[in-house]
């Protein structure tokens, strides 16, 4: 199975329109169909169901989509780290990012660190746990940004220097916006939207056994999505403070849970990783920036 044939297949997969793909890839259409019948032989799966002016990928061309996206990212990976052995100045760093404000002193290191090397490309994904060590894993990423605590058997990882709160978010109007802090007893039977890792592990180290008293209304891995349902009137955001505009004449208000819950957020790698060397230069540059907030 060859990369090129891949790199066909997203072409098609992604035009759905066998002319407009080999015109993007400055191939003949006659070509570009005998490279698809030939990875649908080898794989001996139909990828495509075709319609008079279209055409569609079947459940097992889904499939190799998603592979091939991954197959493709990482060649593509490879060959920019190859290529940068003898740049010093730049090269491609590949983030994962959990939300939280603190993003912000990474996106501070990441400008100081691209004035000296102004070559440096970096590329951002954002996602939960789940998504981000799962690209991370694969090799996809260099780093990963968690809001979780880091398996420590499989990543090397840096704390940030800072906490994020957990609290609600909730209309200016809401009866609760009128208190300094909301308690378990104050949310009991309300309907609650929360990204699921932080409904599966922070909130009940916050509630305890009255878990079962809390309802999910719905989840959201992007609290910014979730904030749109709660100007709405469907809910109360359970979310980290600083994520959301909570400012005066938003609309919205942000009430700090009590008891305060709080949750740490890291910096990870893969253990016995091989950077390519802008990579390296960026560790080293982030461990020596952490150590100095440490101290």
């Not at 090129?4 to 169909?33: C, D, G, I």
């Not at 091939?68 to 010093?88: Q, T």
């Not at 968690?146 to 709160?165: C, G, I, Q, S």
Request: hydrophobic share 40%.
């Amino acid at each position: 199975m060859e990369l090129r044939s891949m790199r066909y297949f997203l072409a098609v997969a992604r035009e759905e329109n066998m002319t407009r793909a080999a015109e993007l890839l400055h191939v003949t259409q006659p070509t570009l169909s005998k490279q698809i019948q030939a990875l649908e032989d080898e794989l001996g799966k139909k990828l495509f169901v075709r319609h008079s002016f279209s055409i569609e990928l079947t459940e097992e061309g889904m499939l190799l989509r998603k592979r091939a996206e991954d197959l493709v990212s990482m060649a593509d990976k490879i060959a920019g780290e190859f290529a940068a052995l003898d740049d010093v100045t730049g090269g491609d760093v590949y983030f994962g990012l959990a939300e939280s404000y603190q993003i912000r002193s990474l996106a501070r290191q990441i400008k100081r660190f691209k004035q000296t090397y102004p070559g440096l490309r970096y590329h951002i994904t954002s996602g939960d746990t789940e998504q981000v060590t799962e690209k991370l894993d694969k090799g996809l990423l260099d780093f990963a940004v968690l809001a979780d605590e880091p398996n420590t058997a499989k990543y090397n990882h840096l704390p940030f220097p800072n906490r994020d709160v957990w609290g609600v978010v909730m209309p200016d109007s809401h009866d609760l916006a009128r208190k300094e802090a909301v308690t378990v007893d104050d949310l009991a039977g309300l309907p609650l939207f929360c990204s699921e890792q932080g409904w599966a592990n922070d909130i009940p180290r916050w509630c305890g056994e009255r878990m079962d008293e809390l309802h999910l209304e719905g989840s959201f891995r992007l609290s910014y999505n979730g904030s749109l349902f709660v100007r709405e009137g469907l809910g109360l955001l359970l979310t980290f403070d600083h994520l959301i505009d909570t400012s005066r004449g938003s609309g919205l208000v942000f009430r700090p849970l009590s008891p305060r819950l709080e949750t740490r957020i890291y910096l990870v790698w893969r253990k016995y990783q091989v950077f390519s060397p802008i990579a390296e230069r960026f560790l080293e540059s982030v461990q020596k920036e952490m150590n100095t907030l440490a101290h």
